[in-house]
Every structure is written in structure tokens, then in C-alpha cells.
Nanobody, 123 residues
Framework: VQLQASGGGLVQAGGSMRLSCATS????????MGWFRQAPGKEREFVAT????????YYKDSVKGRFTISRSVASGTVYLQMNELKPEDTAVYYC?????????????????WGQGTQVTVSS
């Protein structure tokens, strides 16, 4: 499975952005898919995850109510709609596929990491 994140860029605080994660090469549609982010000098952290039907989602507390994860079962694409962006949301955002074991909010339990897309929120 190959994953490719896109849609990042520069936005002012309070703005919105939608990230996409395209999947290819395997049945990614049957797994939880997650978004993580990594800011300079910090560890990679969980942002959101969604099951294959889109019926179960989990979010990092600081993004609840601002970010929405969704997916297209038909195409396998996973989206992250980010609203009310803050400077502290600045990071490289990655998508990955859950290994179907362990905590769904922990990066070590994910694989097939894409290259990431830079999101920069200016104050």
C-alpha cells in the first residue's frame, strides 16, 4: 500500500484547509486510517483516525470541534478538514494505515506512512 498526503500550504490563523490522503496498491479501505503530525523538534503525534466505514472516529483533544476526518470507501481517499487553524497546528501532516492491533492513537501501531504535507499557520 502506498499513501500520499497532499493539500498542505500556508494559511492565516482562523483559516481552513483540507488535506487528502490518496491510497494505492492494496486494500487500505478495510483498515483504520489515521492522520498524525510532527512539528520541528517534537515527536510525531496523533491527530485523528477513522475506521473503514467512517462510523468510528477518534481525535486529539486539541483538535476536537475544529478538525473532521472522513473517507471515501469507493476511492480509499481519506480527508482531514481543518477549520479554525492555529499557529500551534503548524507541522508536517502524515497519513498512515493502522496495523489492526494496539492503541489506534499511537503512531507505532501504524504503517505505510506517506511522505507528509507541510501545514503552516501564520499568526
Amino acid at each position: 500500500v502506498q499513501l500520499q498526503a497532499s493539500g498542505g500550504g500556508l494559511v492565516q490563523a482562523g483559516g481552513s484547509m483540507r488535506l487528502s490522503c490518496a491510497t494505492s496498491g492494496g486494500p487500505a479501505s478495510y483498515y483504520y486510517m489515521g492522520w498524525f503530525r510532527q512539528a520541528p523538534g517534537k515527536e510525531r503525534e496523533f491527530v485523528a483516525t477513522i475506521n473503514w466505514r467512517g462510523s468510528s472516529t477518534y481525535y486529539k483533544d486539541s483538535v476536537k470541534g475544529r478538525f473532521t476526518i472522513s473517507r471515501s470507501v469507493a476511492s480509499g481517499t481519506v480527508y482531514l478538514q481543518m477549520n479554525e487553524l492555529k499557529p500551534e497546528d503548524t507541522a508536517v501532516y502524515y497519513c498512515a494505515q493502522y496495523k489492526e492491533r494496539g492503541d489506534v492513537t499511537t503512531a507505532i501501531n501504524y504503517e505505510h506512512w506517506g511522505q507528509g504535507t507541510q501545514v503552516t499557520v501564520s499568526s
